[in-house]
C-alpha cells in the first residue's frame, strides 16, 4: 500500500506538470461549464420569487447556493467515461497501457485527480465571482466545509469507479452507446444535476435515495447549503462508502472476466 502511495505521489506530479502546459483550455473549458447551471439558478430563482419567494423549502438564496455549488461538485463529478474506454478498445488504445507496469486504473485515477485539483483552484476566482453575483446562502462553518470536502472527494472517487466499471462492458461489445446514454440520462435526473431532489416527485426522490446518483452529485451540495442534519451526512457518508465497495468489486470481476476475452484491434 506505501508503495501504491509513493507511485500515486509520482504519477500525480507528472500529471500536474503536464496539465499546466494547458492552463486557457482548463480555464476556458471551466467557463463554458457555467452556461448550464446559470440557466438552471436564473430559471428556478425565478420561479421561486413567483411562488412568494421559496420553492419545495428552497429560498432564492439556498437555489442560488445549490447552482454555485454545483459548478465545482460538477468539475469534481468528472470520470473517464465509458465512451473514452470504448474508444481505447475499438481503435487498440488499450494495448500499451497493458505493458505498464501498474494497473491502467492508476494511471486514470491519478490524471483526475490532477485535474480536478487544478480545477478546483481556477474555479476559486469563478466561484468568487458567482457569489458577489448572486448573493447565495451557504452553511460556512469549519465544520460543515470540512464535511463538505470530505464528501466531495468521496463522490468522486465512488462515481470514478462507478463509471470506470461501467466502461468494462466493452471487452464484450464495442457498440454499447445506448446503454451508456441510457445511464447517464437516468444519472442525469436522480442526481440532482437537473434540479434538487426536493423538487422531484416522492417517488422519484425514494429511487434517488438507493441509487448511487444522488450520492455523487446533490449529496455535497445539500451539506453546503445546510440542508442536512449531521445524521442525515453522516448516512449520507455510509451510502457513498457503500457504493464505493460494490463499485470496486463490481469493476475487479468485469475486469478480470474481460480481459481474458479482450483481443488486441485498432484502426
Request: aromatic share 18%; net charge positive; hydrophobic share 55%.
Amino acid at each position: 500500500m506505501r508503495r501504491l502511495w509513493l507511485i500515486y505521489g509520482k504519477l500525480i506530479e507528472t500529471s500536474t506538470q503536464v496539465t499546466f502546459q494547458y492552463r486557457l483550455v482548463h480555464f476556458f473549458w471551466l467557463i463554458g461549464m457555467l452556461f448550464e447551471p446559470i440557466i438552471y439558478l436564473v430559471m428556478w430563482t425565478t420561479l421561486a420569487d413567483e411562488q412568494g419567494g421559496t420553492l419545495a423549502g428552497y429560498t432564492t438564496g439556498s437555489l442560488a447556493g445549490y447552482y454555485i455549488a454545483w459548478t465545482l461538485v460538477r468539475q469534481w463529478n468528472i470520470a473517464l467515461t465509458p465512451f473514452g474506454f470504448e474508444q481505447r478498445v475499438r481503435n487498440g488504445e488499450l494495448n500499451p497501457h497493458l505493458l505498464r507496469p501498474i494497473h491502467p486504473f492508476h494511471y486514470d485515477l491519478s490524471d483526475f485527480i490532477t485535474m480536478r485539483i487544478i480545477g478546483t483552484l481556477y474555479w476559486i476566482p469563478v466561484g468568487g465571482v458567482l457569489i458577489w453575483l448572486f448573493q447565495p446562502t451557504f452553511a460556512v462553518d469549519a465544520t460543515m466545509i470540512g464535511l463538505f470536502a470530505l464528501s466531495l472527494a468521496l463522490s468522486f472517487v465512488m462515481r470514478f469507479v462507478l463509471v470506470y466499471a461501467l466502461g468494462m462492458a466493452v471487452f464484450w461489445t464495442t457498440r454499447v452507446s445506448a446503454l451508456f446514454n441510457l445511464y447517464f440520462a437516468i444519472e442525469t435526473i436522480l442526481s440532482g444535476r437537473l434540479v434538487p431532489q426536493a423538487l422531484l416527485p416522492s417517488w422519484a426522490q425514494e429511487l434517488g435515495w438507493w441509487l448511487p446518483f444522488r450520492w455523487s452529485f446533490g449529496f455535497p451540495i445539500e451539506i453546503i447549503i445546510g440542508k442536512l442534519s449531521y445524521a442525515e451526512i453522516w448516512q449520507g457518508f455510509g451510502f457513498q462508502i457503500g457504493w464505493l465497495i460494490v463499485a470496486t468489486i463490481l469493476f475487479r470481476l468485469l475486469w478480470n472476466a474481460g480481459i481474458k476475452r479482450y483481443g488486441a484491434v485498432g484502426a
